[in-house]
């Protein structure tokens, strides 16, 4: 079984940066697809950034440009840096990792990830 555990979120003003850190603990796997979702009060939880299991990375049109992902070598870690900082990406944000390949998968889509953290809240004021 896999554990991960989000850190790094809190309270920022807007134009400000946060790094969020997922640390993956218990049985590992190397060369994983990983990503990072999020979730505002009442919607569904929607894709922020993911870097595949060979180092591709991708993100949301919404935070292409202010936001980077990245993992470390062993993959038993994903990172997101987060820069100028708007009070509408005020979400609780989740860390994700696949166990399976699923070529046939998007990585922006929640079905392709096995495993998920508890969640960060990140709030950014005006």
């Known amino acids: 079984q896999v554990q991960l555990v989000e850190s790094g979120g809190g309270l920022v003003q807007a134009g400000g940066s946060l790094r969020l850190s997922c640390e993956a603990s218990g049985r590992t796997f190397n060369r994983v697809d990983m990503a990072w979702f999020r979730q505002f009060p009442g919607k569904e939880r929607e894709f922020v950034a993911g870097i595949s299991r060979t180092d591709i990375t991708y993100y949301a049109d919404s935070v292409k440009g202010r936001f980077t992902i990245s993992s470390d070598n062993a993959k038993t870690a994903v990172y997101l840096q987060m820069n100028s900082l708007k009070p509408e990406d005020t979400a609780l944000y989740y860390c994700?990792?696949?166990?399976?390949?699923?070529?046939?998968?998007?990585?922006?889509?929640?079905?392709?990830?096995?495993?998920w953290g508890q969640g960060t809240q990140v709030t950014v004021s005006s």
């Open positions: 994700a990792m696949a166990r399976f390949i699923r070529e046939s998968v998007s990585p922006r889509n929640s079905v392709k990830y096995d495993y």
